[in-house]
């Protein structure tokens, strides 16, 4: 009974192709999100969805793009992948409290890309 | 804008040595922040936030208003210890959509 599920785990590709990584999570939450881990461990915000609104960090490459048929599924598709697309992707999603706050994010497994 | 920072990006302490991760908030009001782990090629998990006030794997962190910090502690550390760790706001962006998370703190323990 995973919460937050990421598919694939590991992803080996060539240069310029096009690939998806999957995110589902089954707590209800209402908001997704998705990361990036660079080498160097630094964790660095792509996406963040919530209710069908995303929230776009203006820094993210316009070939990431986020794909959300519900709720509970959020998805990262990669066109043209380049060699600095290399990191590990970690899928979050959280819930507001009762007060409008933001409880604690869990996070998926993480999918490790490596662009060859 | 609002930032969460971490000094350290690595820490190495002894085993059965006190260890204290610094972190240091710059918003106004009352944050709420987390500490979160992240173990060797694991996935990261909420290690305590500071409203529950409780301590988890011996690890107690205070809110200190007038110092703006949040400092992850523990008294004597262990082995299994060593990972990641993150403070962090409950969201990880502003309503700028800067982000605020800290850049983390590589804790080491030493045999």
């Known amino acids: 009974d995973t919460a937050v599920s990421q598919t694939p785990k590991y992803l080996v590709t060539q240069m310029g192709n096009d690939k998806s990584i999957k995110c589902e999570q089954n707590?209800?939450?209402?908001?997704m999100y998705w990361y990036k881990q660079d080498s160097k461990k630094f964790l660095k915000i792509m996406f963040s969805?919530?209710?069908?609104?995303?929230?776009i960090n203006e820094t993210v490459p316009n070939r990431f793009s986020p794909k959300s048929p519900d709720k509970a599924h959020l998805n990262l598709h990669i066109n043209s992948l380049e060699l600095g697309d290399s990191a590990v992707y970690f899928c979050?999603?959280?819930?507001?409290?009762?007060?409008?706050?933001?409880?604690?994010?869990?996070f998926g497994d993480g999918t490790r890309l490596s662009i060859l | 804008a609002q930032r969460v920072t971490q000094p350290e990006k690595l820490l190495s302490v002894f085993k059965g040595a006190p260890v204290e991760l610094k972190c240091n908030y710059s918003?106004?009001?009352?944050?709420?922040l987390f500490w979160y782990v992240q173990y060797s090629r694991q996935r990261l998990q909420l290690l305590l936030r500071?409203?529950?006030?409780?301590s988890i794997k011996g690890f107690t962190a205070d809110l200190n208003k007038g110092e703006t910090s949040f400092h992850l502690k523990k008294p004597f550390a262990q082995e299994e210890d060593s990972a990641m760790y993150y403070c962090?706001?409950?969201?990880?962006?502003?309503?700028?959509?800067?982000?605020?998370w800290g850049a983390g703190t590589k804790l080491i323990i030493k045999p």
């Open positions: 918003y106004s009001g009352s944050p709420e």
């Open positions: 979050a999603s959280s819930q507001k409290d009762g007060t409008g706050g933001n409880q604690p994010q869990h």
């Open positions: 707590l209800g939450h209402d908001t």
């Open positions: 500071h409203i529950s006030r409780e």
């Open positions: 962090a706001p409950p969201l990880p962006v502003d309503s700028n959509y800067q982000l605020i």
């Open positions: 969805y919530n209710n069908k609104e995303l929230i």
